[in-house]
Structures are given as structure tokens and as C-alpha cells.
């Protein structure tokens, strides 16, 4: 796939949605952290319905962690893996408290050193609350990698190095909204929609092949 192509695949997505947004709720970079944290393999509507609650509650490191780990299970035990991320955040609450003066930090190894907190985590965190011009590959992003060939790659660190390479810098901002949403709504893991989809006849996926 050469530049042309791909430079016309963001135009079509940018004028479909010129501002796209995490579908996650939040107000501040420590609850988008929070939120991004627990929806690891959990869907964002399940989060969303904790934090929901949450939030109102307890919204910075010190509120949460004074609820402890049992108090914070209470908020987040309908979500996949709670006791594991329960632990996680309260860990991270209290080296953001003691090593961060309570600030989410901006790098990705400060990011990166917090308990739970991955690659893929981190970049959200960068690119939705701070700006940065990173790349978070999820499953869906992976997909849109491959199947699309705007950046094929064996892995997802090979998908993520090959879209911040490829993808026109006016576009890199919100690239990762625009191919999380179209993954998760239109190009599908099972069922693709290629015949609704507004890249069909730009994208290289031959639907003969098994994903």
C-alpha cells in the first residue's frame, strides 16, 4: 500500500468523524489512566458502568486508595479480572502519590513502571489525555493492520512501529480512534462489513483469505 492510498483511507475517515474520542468515561488524565487500566480484556461499556459510579466517589490516587483493595472491589467487581486490577490500582495510586506528587506522568517508562500498566495502556494514556502522536494496537488495530495491509505486521509492536511510520503525520493524532472505531463497528473480526464500509475499494483485503 503506498502513501497515496493511505493518505486517501484517513481523509475518508477524518470526514466521517473529525474528532474522534475514546469511547471510555473520563475527566482527567489520572481517570482516563484508571479506566484504560481496568479494560483490559473487558469491554468498554462494562468499565464505563464502574467508573461510573467510581468516579463520583473516589477520582484521584488519594480517594482510591484510601478505599483500599476490598473497597475499590466493590466498584469494579463486574468487570473481567477485578482482583487483579483491583491490587494493580491501588499499587498504582500509591507510587503515584509518593513518586509522582499525585501527577500522571508523561513518558511512556514512567507510564510503563506503574503496576497493569502495558505499552498498549501507556500510549492510550499519551495520545488521548496528553497529545502525543503514538499508536495504541489493540485486537482491533492489529486487524486493521493486517487485513487492510496499511501496516502488516507479525506483532503488535511490528503493527505499531509500521503505523507511526506509515500513517501521513497530519493523520497520526487520531489515528488510534479512527481505527479502533472502525474495527470495532465496521471491519469486524468475524463479519467484516465490506459492503458498507467507506474504505472498501481502498483496502487490500482479499476476503478469500481466512484472517
Known sequence: MNKEIRTQIFTRLRDENPHPKTELNYNSPFELLVAVTLSAQATD???????????PIANTPEKIF???????????????????????????????????????????????????????????VLNTAFGQPVMAVDTHIFRMGNRTKIAPGKNVLE?????????????????????????????????????????????????????
Open 45 to 55: 461499556v462494562s468499565v464505563n458502568k464502574a467508573t461510573d459510579k467510581l468516579f
Open 66 to 124: 484510601a478505599l483500599g483493595i476490598e473497597g475499590l472491589k466493590k466498584y469494579i467487581k463486574t468487570i473481567g479480572l477485578f482482583n487483579g486490577k483491583a491490587k494493580n490500582v491501588n499499587q498504582m495510586c500509591s507510587i503515584l502519590i509518593n513518586e509522582h506528587n499525585s501527577v500522571v506522568p508523561q513518558t511512556r517508562e514512567e507510564l510503563e513502571a506503574l503496576p497493569g500498566v502495558g505499552r498498549k495502556t501507556a500510549n492510550v
Open 159 to 211: 503493527v505499531e512501529k509500521r503505523l507511526v511510520r506509515n500513517i501521513p503525520k497530519e493523520f497520526l493524532l487520531d489515528a488510534h480512534h479512527w481505527l479502533i472505531l472502525h474495527g470495532r463497528y465496521v471491519c469486524t473480526a468475524r463479519k467484516p462489513k465490506c459492503g458498507s464500509c467507506l474504505i472498501e475499494d481502498l483496502c487490500e483485503y482479499n476476503k478469500k483469505e481466512i484472517d
